[in-house]
């Protein structure tokens, strides 16, 4: 009888063992397939986080800049089959080229994005302080990275230095520094462009100095529609310092101004492309020429007429597609 009882017990002991094992197993099981889940959901998140970072700059930069790459490819005289390989390439460097600077930009404005921009990622709580700090320096070390690898190390390494000056060091605050970051970026952003496919050409070096310039003169019309967010971070933009009224009228004027000097700079190119003659390219410069007139035209009468935020971020837009439109034309005239 008590043989009988103690291989009954020990039976009952075998099961409770043998359920407990299972039931950590399991337990284990359940950890491991909800860490997967949380992995995987992470990770698919983490595309439409850097979408919602740097959507506002798509039209500012990846897109111009991987454009004016492909006008440098095809100047350079390239084949077809290297085509996808110089888009690809430059699409990555300059989607790196924004990433970083908006990583950087936005973990230094949260305040000023709680007023202009509240469905940015950090305002809206989409992305920690500290998980957007991370990413920024890794950003960062990416664009060092395929900067260095690609041959256009100089030029990454200056837009890094300018970000930080602009950003980190505040130099945002003060509308010149802010403008002329800008500008310089505009020539990181070029120069590199340019030499992913080839040197600089002595039309390229025009384009180099023409197109920063008016960035550098006409970027304060973006910050028309932010004044009440920069006013809370005691940022100083050229609408503080010139008043409404004045800020509208020198952005008229500079873009007045701008519609002559986008046909000279088009039809410049084709006097230094050494076959001015061939009538397709001159056509097509001055068809492009029109279209860019008109912008800028465009851009002129609604800064003066059109006076809302929203208006005044649809006007400065018209400027970032005058960009795309001119730097899509160096396809055609270089």
């Given at each position: 009888m008590e043989s009988n009882a103690m291989v009954e017990s020990d039976a009952r002991a075998g099961e409770a063992s043998g359920s407990a094992f299972a039931e950590t197993v399991g337990t284990e099981e359940q950890t491991l397939r909800r860490a997967a889940r949380g992995l995987v959901s992470a990770v698919a998140r983490e595309p439409r986080?850097?979408?919602?970072i740097i959507r506002y700059d798509v039209s500012a930069s990846i897109i111009p800049a991987t454009i004016f790459t492909l006008a440098a490819w095809r100047a350079a005289g390239g084949h077809?089959?290297?085509l996808l390989p110089a888009f690809l390439q430059g699409s990555l460097y300059f989607f790196l080229y924004i990433l970083s600077f908006a990583f950087s930009a936005q973990i230094s404005s949260i305040d000023e994005d709680l007023i202009n921009k509240p469905d940015r990622p950090l305002p809206r709580g989409d992305v920690s302080l500290l998980g957007a700090?991370?990413?920024?320096?890794?950003?960062?070390g990416m664009y060092l990275l395929v900067g260095y690898q690609m041959g256009v190390f100089g030029w990454t390494l200056l837009w890094v230095v300018t970000s930080l000056l602009h950003n980190q060091l505040k130099g945002s605050t003060h509308w010149f520094i802010k403008d002329l970051c800008m500008g310089v970026g505009?020539?990181?952003?070029?120069?590199?462009?340019?030499?992913l496919a080839c040197a600089p050409t002595e039309a390229a070096v025009l384009w180099l100095i023409v197109l920063p310039l008016a960035v550098f003169t006409l970027v304060p019309l973006q910050d028309l529609r932010d004044v009440e967010g920069d006013k809370a971070v005691n940022r100083r933009t050229m609408p503080m310092v010139l008043g409404d009224k004045g800020m509208r009228w020198y952005s008229a004027i500079g873009f007045v101004l701008l519609a002559?000097?986008?046909p000279w700079l088009l039809i410049s190119t084709r006097l230094l492309s050494g076959n001015a003659s061939a009538p397709i390219p001159m056509a097509l410069a001055l068809a492009f020429s029109a279209v860019l007139v008109g912008i800028c035209l465009r851009i002129?009468?609604?800064v003066m007429r059109l006076r809302t935020v929203e208006h005044d971020h649809q006007t400065y837009l018209l400027f970032t597609y005058w960009?795309?439109?001119?730097?899509t034309s160096a396809i055609f005239v270089m």
């Open positions: 986080l850097w979408w919602n077809a089959e290297e700090q991370i990413r920024t320096v890794l950003a960062m505009t020539v990181a952003m070029l120069g590199a462009a340019w030499e002559v000097v986008s002129a009468y609604r960009y795309c439109v001119i730097l």
